[in-house]
């Protein structure tokens, strides 16, 4: 009976196969890069190039890129390696230094980077439990910035707009009485609109707005805080219904001084209002918000964490709240 091959004799030549398809597709990449960047110095540089440097240059590419269609690793890096010791040689004026394209790939990605920032989405953090339950103290959001149109960059000037905000989206903007402070909040009015609030009820164009009593206690989290509006006070859950849009709002029985007279929404404004109604400075107190301060729509909570008392790395990771990751604002 034959000798029985264990598993781990095979563990060698699989590690020595990863290692040379690694290498093979490494050296490959070099050549390629080499021969894009001499035959851009050829092409660019050729009034400083004499005629027998460029033609050495190009056999010596021709070379290389015989070498690519074969497998001959070996022959393949000596190509390489005679390429680059003649683009060293003659046409070493026109290279460029490691530092100059490590500089210049970090700024494409800044470029890159700030146009989607720009244009595209951006980040904004959490600040305040106006928006709770919705949003939480912590929560990172990602805004598009693109949901209802283009802005020129660090201005309210709109170059495209195709879409406006809908009854019930929750929407990043510039706060009307500072415009370097961004402000989240829901919808809840658009032009012509007739908002009012009475009995803790919202109605919109003499209409209740739908909603059903949620039975399951606030959350402390969720409770208005000591030292902010209100006192602390025990809360109620409502699944209120906007547009196509149902989403929780929490009000705190008793406090009818929130109730609001009626208001006809200007031409071109917003209504916006907080999901946490008796702790949210919002239109009922500032006014409405114009629809150029719009910057975007809310998106997903890619990242929240609360606040730690200290700084441990335990306490870091025990303020994470890891079943916030990836919820899709509604």
């Known amino acids: 009976m034959g000798k029985r091959r264990m598993p781990e004799e095979r563990t060698p030549s699989l590690l020595t196969w990863w290692r040379a398809r690694t290498a093979d597709r490494s050296t490959r990449v070099e050549g390629r890069h080499l021969i894009k960047e001499s035959q851009r110095i050829l092409r660019k540089k050729s009034y400083r190039i ?56 970090i700024g494409v990605a800044v470029a890159v980077a700030l146009l989607l920032r720009a244009f595209v989405v951006e980040a904004f953090q959490i600040p305040s439990g106006s928006m709770i339950p ?38 990043v903007f510039k706060w009307p009485n500072d415009h370097s402070i961004d402000y989240i909040k829901r919808v809840v009015g658009l032009p012509g609109d007739v908002i009012e609030m009475k009995d803790e009820q919202l109605y919109i164009n003499g209409k209740p707005v739908p909603r059903e009593r949620v039975p399951r206690p606030c959350d402390d989290e969720e409770a208005p805080r000591s030292g902010e509006l209100f006192e602390a006070h025990d809360c109620e859950l409502w699944m209120e219904t906007l ?33 946490n109604r008796d702790n949210s400075s919002d239109s009922r107190f500032w006014g409405t918000v114009d629809l150029d301060l719009v910057k975007g729509r809310a998106l997903i909570v890619w990242w929240s964490r609360g606040e730690t008392d200290g700084w441990s790395l ?13 919820h899709t604002v509604r």
Not at 56 to 64: G, M, N, P, R
């Open 50 to 105: 004499p005629a027998g440097v460029a033609a050495q240059v190009q056999a010596d590419i021709a070379a290389v890129e015989q070498a690519l269609g074969g497998d001959d690793l070996e022959q393949l890096r000596k190509t390489i390696a005679a390429l680059d010791d003649a683009m060293d040689a003659h046409l070493a004026f026109a290279r460029k230094s490691t530092v100059r394209e490590y500089s210049e790939s």
């Open 243 to 275: 547009g196509d849009v149902r989403h929780e709002t929490i009000q705190v029985p008793g406090h009818g001084g929130r109730d609001f007279p009626r208001k006809i929404v200007e031409p071109h404004h917003l209504f916006m209002m907080g999901d």
């Open 134 to 171: 919705t949003l939480a103290v912590g929560d990172h959001i990602f805004v598009s910035k693109f949901s209802y149109g283009l802005s020129i960059p660090f201005t309210d000037t709109k170059i495209l707009q195709y879409a406006e905000p809908k009854r019930g989206d929750v929407i």
């Open 314 to 326: 335990g306490s870091w990771f025990k303020a994470i709240h890891w079943n916030r990751f990836f």
